[in-house]
């Protein structure tokens, strides 16, 4: 496999009417949107993980007090947080197999990174 990798091979391969150049453009197009696609879903995880980590904040109206025991909602807590902790896990997955792809799609070598 060339380092253009298998969606610019099969451009070329399957299309012996279509030139390089247009091979060259619609691999570059796709490749664009294709990391675009998963840089939103790594700013999707980051922004999860805020909402989810701002629950941590026990005293949100004075910096000098903790919310009591009686105010806190232990049930709205938990749903929130395993709401978010879930969502999480699904685009991490996401993230992870798509990363797979696009490094099979577009000749990526080395495997990039799936954190977030």
Do not use: C, W
Not at 43 to 63: A, C, N, Y
Not at 89 to 113: C, H, T, W
């Amino acid at each position: 496999m060339s380092k253009k990798g298998a969606l610019f091979n099969a451009l070329n391969r399957n299309s012996g009417q279509v030139k390089k150049d247009r091979s060259e453009m619609i691999h570059t197009s796709a490749e664009r949107y294709y990391r675009r696609q998963l840089e939103d879903i790594r700013d999707k995880i980051k922004e999860l993980e805020i909402t989810r980590d701002s629950q941590l904040d026990m005293s949100p109206d004075d910096i000098n007090k903790i919310i009591s025991p009686a105010a806190f909602d232990a049930k709205g807590f938990f749903e929130l947080d395993a709401t978010a902790t879930l969502q999480i896990r699904e685009q991490e997955i996401k993230l992870e197999k798509l990363q797979q792809r696009y490094n099979l799609l577009f000749g990526v070598e080395e495997p990039a990174s799936v954190t977030a």
